[in-house]
């Protein structure tokens, strides 16, 4: 696991080694590597190569390739937005993203326009960064000191790595045992969500923590923020009923709820995802086995709701109710990865966890695996 807390420089060195390894590949819209580039499709390589995970441009909030890499790049669910406007070269550091006006095709003149800047490029320091140039038909490094055309059309700046160190969630990487890329979300780290009447995502939020652990995880940068308010507010920021009513949240939310979610999800193409319910028995819960096995090793991630339901049951992932994700089967032992968005979860990241386990833990009136995967259709669009 990268732990957020002593990894900073690691992490920018290895952005900007990877960045300078496709120096003078060359241009060619709407590309993303690891041959051509556009310059989107360059700083999105590169992050992604970093974090084990390629997100592809889904949801378009602009008329460029930029502006979506701004909404959609792995770390970040609006990066513009959230980008510093700050341009004093000498805070930005190494590997941070660089955001530019347009330009015209002579790399002359700036066209400015504020809405959708139209080109990036990673920082290398020392006045240096390095970017797919259309102009100039590959990936080159230029320098703010040698030429004052940059100065003037870059308009604002993102340090991706700092967001990483606020220490909101874990980047989990693959080993060869079988355990998958997992940003794991930390349920105690967030508090109330802007909107939402009463709902605190430390108290009550680990089922919008976890489906954000399993999207992000699947290369859809949401956050448990996100994930609740796209549940619990409908499209006026109007709570939604079966949350105004607590009696059918508690059910809704295992059944109604997330099922809701996911199709809202999906209609709205925020996510290009497929999902299944499968319904384990309690009395035979060994008839499943296989199955769930099978479908996690095959790129699905779970969510399931645990106990205990009494005081006999075990309190391995919690002491009450409480939503976890399983991420991946240790080949080894055919045990599963879990990702518990709870304090206990932060010991239990290297852990794998027998099959027995994870139903003695389920709640016996929710034996139910709630299976996401990506779909592989999506592509980057214009």
């Not at 937005?81 to 004093?88: H, L, R, S």
């Not at 080159?140 to 700046?157: Q, R």
């Not at 349920?187 to 995502?201: K, L, S």
């Not at 006026?236 to 059918?248: A, R, T």
């Amino acid at each position: 696991m990268i732990k957020a807390d002593n990894i900073e420089n690691e992490l920018r060195k290895k952005i900007v080694e990877l960045a300078l390894l496709q120096l003078h590949k060359p241009y060619e819209h709407n590309t993303y590597g690891p041959d051509t580039f556009d310059c989107t499709g360059f700083v999105l390589f590169t992050y992604s190569e970093i974090f084990k995970v390629i997100h592809l441009c889904c949801n378009g909030y602009g008329k460029s390739t930029t502006t979506k890499l701004m909404t959609s790049i792995y770390g970040i669910l609006k990066l513009f937005e959230e980008a510093d406007t700050n341009k004093d070269l000498s805070v930005i550091k190494p590997g941070d993203i660089l955001f530019f006006h347009r330009q015209s095709m002579n790399d002359t003149i700036p066209k400015i326009d504020n809405r959708y800047p139209g080109h990036c490029g990673i920082y290398l320091g020392n006045g240096r960064f390095i970017h797919c140039s259309r102009p100039k038909g590959e990936i080159i490094i230029s320098n703010f000191n040698e030429n004052e055309y940059w100065k003037k059309v870059l308009v604002a700046t993102k340090d991706i790595i700092s967001d990483i160190l606020m220490d909101k969630y874990d980047i989990i990487m693959p080993n060869e045992f079988g355990r998958r890329f997992t940003v794991r979300y930390k349920q105690y780290m967030y508090g109330d969500v802007q909107g939402i009447t009463g709902f605190n995502i430390a108290q009550h939020g680990c089922g919008p923590t976890t489906i954000a652990t399993i999207l992000s995880s699947l290369g859809y940068k949401l956050t448990p923020e996100d994930i609740a308010k796209k549940m619990l507010l409908d499209e006026y920021g109007n709570q939604l009923d079966f949350y105004n009513d607590l009696s059918k949240n508690r059910r809704g939310t295992r059944d109604i709820g997330y099922i809701y979610l996911l199709d809202k999800l999906r209609a709205e193409q925020i996510c290009n995802i497929e999902y299944t319910l499968v319904k384990v028995s309690y009395e035979h819960p060994e008839l499943k086995k296989e199955q769930i096995l099978d479908m996690i090793i095959h790129e699905y991630m779970a969510m399931i709701c645990v106990g205990p339901w009494n005081d006999n049951y075990p309190r391995t992932f919690s002491s009450g109710g409480h939503y976890i994700a399983i991420t991946g089967v240790n080949k080894s032992n055919n045990e599963f990865y879990v990702a518990n968005p709870n304090k206990l979860g932060d010991a239990q990241i290297d852990k794998t966890f027998s099959y027995n386990t994870i139903i003695s833990n389920m709640y016996t009136n929710s034996f139910d695996f709630l299976m996401i995967k990506n779909n592989k259709t999506l592509k980057k669009t214009i």
